[in-house]
């Protein structure tokens, strides 16, 4: 037991005489400009901290708002999307009859190109 007394008192006299030594290589002067930049640093930090903390909650407030909005608005034009593929297909396929009953009826070449070059645009029979 008195051996390991020993040991943390020469342990702590070391220690001591490390801490003193180095303190006599840093100015004083230093040591105290260090710690005011630090500080002045520390306070920037937490000033930005506390900026964007108050982002956070605005955009949190901000969001809150706006998503029943922007999902009612989602599925809004999804269901026009579907009304609006329903009623091409619809009219591709009229145009495919007409073109099929009178040739002539569209006399550019447009229309044809159309129904050629889109495989997902069959016409039904």
């Known amino acids: 037991m008195e051996e390991t007394e020993k040991e943390i008192e020469s342990m702590k006299a070391a220690s001591e005489e490390v801490s003193r030594q180095f303190k006599t290589l840093i100015d004083a002067n230093d040591l105290d400009s260090l710690k005011h930049l630090q500080l002045l640093i520390l306070g920037r930090l937490q000033d930005s901290n506390a900026v964007l903390s108050h982002f956070n909650e605005y955009s949190e407030h901000c969001f809150a708002e706006v998503s029943s909005d922007f999902s009612r608005n989602t599925r ?44 997902d645009l069959e016409v039904p029979q």
């Open 76 to 119: 809004m034009l999804k269901s026009m999307k579907s009304d609006l593929d329903y009623i091409f297909q619809k009219l591709r396929s009229m145009k495919a009859k007409i073109m099929a009953t009178y040739p002539d009826a569209f006399p550019d070449e447009s229309t044809k190109e159309v129904f050629d070059q889109r495989p």
